[in-house]
């Protein structure tokens, strides 16, 4: 049995990059929420805040979504 040593680094480093750059968006989405609070608390609103956290939120479930697609044969 041979394995294709190339095909699993790249798998490997593809899922690493992936896993990074979503928990990156998703504290992004989080940043955003703590702005629109931080506004609230001041008697404010802050409509870039919420507009951030759900592009952000949205990206992140969107990705997710992907991944279960690929994953899962009954949905091609």
């Known amino acids: 049995m041979s394995i294709d ?3 699993l680094g790249e798998v490997t480093a593809v899922s690493i990059g992936v896993t990074f750059a979503v928990v990156v968006v998703f504290s992004l989405g989080v940043l955003g929420l703590d702005r629109r609070e931080g506004a609230r608390e001041r008697g404010g609103t802050s409509a870039v805040g919420a ?3 759900g592009l952000c939120f949205l990206a992140c479930a969107a990705v997710v979504a992907y991944g279960i697609y690929l994953i ?3 949905f091609h």
């Open 5 to 7: 040593w190339t095909a």
């Open 72 to 74: 899962v044969p009954q």
């Open 51 to 53: 507009a951030q956290a």
